[in-house]
């Protein structure tokens, strides 16, 4: 399986994905720079957290009409996989890889911690290793992580099993006490129509090894080698 | 031609920029102030200079990139 990482400026999370791809799938990713227009054949295309461009105008808003994106785009039309985490969520919502936007925390802080999600469908190759129904845990560290979409277009993403993770809490409950930023219908990620594109705000890649202190992550880096391998 | 360009909030979309400003203006002691709402103001020279067309290109760079059009409107005032 062979994947690629887009490396956009204010990028901070590309190494931590690259670390977690290249251990379950045994081969080196590729690092793409931003202003490169194609990209190398790759059956997973990784968008990564940081602060691209400082999250100036909107966050991922420019890195969104980086040369790069055009081929990332175009690849995903063709059936190649995104991984879209925090920074990469908000630049794959701003380019149209998915719907809704990404706003400022309704509480307006920084949140970074550790969160519980409820994964909502294992029907993906991202997330078959997980049951539907389980309450997993990753970090989370971001400020524009309220996810925003019409109420007709959350009914459709609900409706079309959408929805990947939600914030809940440790019985798998959804409050707005386990919602860390106010996001509508407490969702943390979603994927597109055909499930070949996950966004979340959430970091899989930085609980993906014990010595990071949890595995949780990998759960779903070790699903996508058995599904694309 | 100079064209300024305001930046806002959709109706009923939540804005906790807004509500903190106006938290803080009510500290201040400023009373009787409701529904503040924070948009952005951008200002940029355009080479051309027929309105018209500078309208329409100034629009599309909205659609494009100024704005995001699921959670704002935009507003653009030319002057020659």
Known sequence: MKTAVIVFPGSNCDRDIKVALEAATGTPSAMVWHADRTLPECDLIALPGGFSYGDYLRSGAIAANSPIMRAVVDAAKHGVRVLAICNGFQVATESGLLPGVLMPNASLKFVCKDVLLRVETAESEFTRNYSQGEVVRMPIAHRDGNYFAQGDELDSLEGDGLVAFRYCDERGQLSDDSNPNGSARNIAGIFNKERTILGMMPHPERLADTCLGGTDGKTMFDGLVTALA | ?80
Request: charged residues 25%; contains cysteine.
């Open chain 2, 1 to 80: 031609m100079k064209a300024r360009i305001h930046i806002t909030l959709k109706n009923g979309v939540l804005d906790p920029q807004g509500k903190a400003i106006q938290s803080s203006l009510g500290a201040l002691g400023f009373f009787g102030i409701e529904n503040v709402r924070q948009g952005k103001y951008i200002e940029l020279d355009i080479a051309q200079s027929d309105p018209a067309k500078a309208k329409a290109e100034l629009s599309h760079m909205c659609e494009k990139l100024l704005a995001n059009t699921v959670i704002e409107n935009y507003a653009i005032d030319l002057e020659a």
